[in-house]
């Protein structure tokens, strides 16, 4: 038994067979037709081939308090939250998991300007400080529970007189500590274990 569906936003899929998923996983999009073919076991007729489905997967969504910008949208794994070239302040980030796959957190602690390291914060609460016109410096991101098991978080920094730092990741330091260089903007993204 062979059988395809059309999806919201991606139309016709692929053929899948004998209990194979057909449609979209974490999406939200709804599943609009199908279409179901029997085969002989000797193979003629129907020949599919390439992919039955589409499963959307985990990803980091993040935003950043600007001096002078205020709080930016939020963006999405890899996206530059911040400023490039401006000579602006982040003040304070927070950081989320969108549509997570596993259970666990995104933790994460923010180095102040005249208060050092923070205690860790996690699933959008706010990292730095807002109204106080501090400066993060360096910033530490990681996860827990399952979702440590299945991913590891990657995230780099953009630093006053440094620029772009290495990409580190799983509560690595990006940003540098005892300079008072100001962390001008960020980059975060989820990465599957499987890719490492």
Same mark, same amino acid.
């Given at each position: $038994?062979?059988?395809?569906?059309?999806?919201?936003?991606?139309?016709?899929?692929?053929?899948?067979?004998? @209990?194979?998923?057909?449609?979209?996983?974490?999406?939200?999009?709804? $599943? #609009?037709?199908?279409?179901?073919?029997? *085969?002989?076991?000797?193979?003629?007729?129907?020949?599919?081939? @390439? /992919?039955?489905?589409?499963?959307?997967?985990?990803?980091?969504?993040?935003?950043?308090?600007?001096?002078?910008?205020?709080?930016?949208?939020?963006?999405?794994?890899? #996206?530059?939250?911040? /400023?490039?070239?401006?000579?602006?302040? $982040?003040?304070?980030?927070?950081?989320?998991?969108y549509k997570p796959l596993y259970s666990g957190d995104v933790t994460y602690s923010a180095h102040v300007q005249n208060i050092g390291w923070q205690d860790w914060k996690k699933d959008g609460e706010i990292s730095g400080t807002v109204g106080e016109k501090l400066q993060m410096e360096a910033v530490k991101?990681?996860?827990?529970?399952? $979702?440590?098991?299945?991913?590891?978080?990657?995230?780099?920094?953009? *630093?006053?007189?440094?620029?772009?730092?290495?990409? *580190?990741?799983?509560?690595?330091?990006? @940003? /540098?500590?005892?300079?008072?260089?100001?962390?001008?903007?960020? #980059?975060?993204?989820? *990465?599957?274990? /499987?890719?490492?």
């Amino acid at each position: $038994m062979y059988y395809r569906v059309h999806v919201q936003n991606f139309g016709w899929l692929d053929w899948a067979k004998n @209990g194979e998923i057909a449609g979209t996983v974490n999406y939200g999009y709804r $599943m #609009e037709a199908i279409k179901i073919a029997l *085969v002989r076991k000797d193979g003629d007729g129907l020949t599919p081939v @390439g /992919t039955s489905s589409k499963t959307f997967d985990t990803q980091a969504v993040y935003s950043a308090h600007v001096q002078n910008i205020g709080w930016q949208d939020e963006v999405y794994n890899g #996206e530059t939250i911040g /400023t490039v070239g401006q000579g602006l302040r $982040m003040e304070a980030l927070k950081l989320d998991l969108y549509k997570p796959l596993y259970s666990g957190d995104v933790t994460y602690s923010a180095h102040v300007q005249n208060i050092g390291w923070q205690d860790w914060k996690k699933d959008g609460e706010i990292s730095g400080t807002v109204g106080e016109k501090l400066q993060m410096e360096a910033v530490k991101i990681k996860l827990t529970g399952e $979702m440590a098991d299945h991913y590891d978080i990657y995230y780099r920094a953009q *630093v006053e007189e440094l620029g772009w730092l290495e990409w *580190v990741k799983d509560g690595k330091e990006a @940003g /540098t500590t005892g300079k008072g260089y100001r962390l001008e903007s960020l #980059e975060i993204k989820l *990465v599957p274990k /499987t890719e490492g």
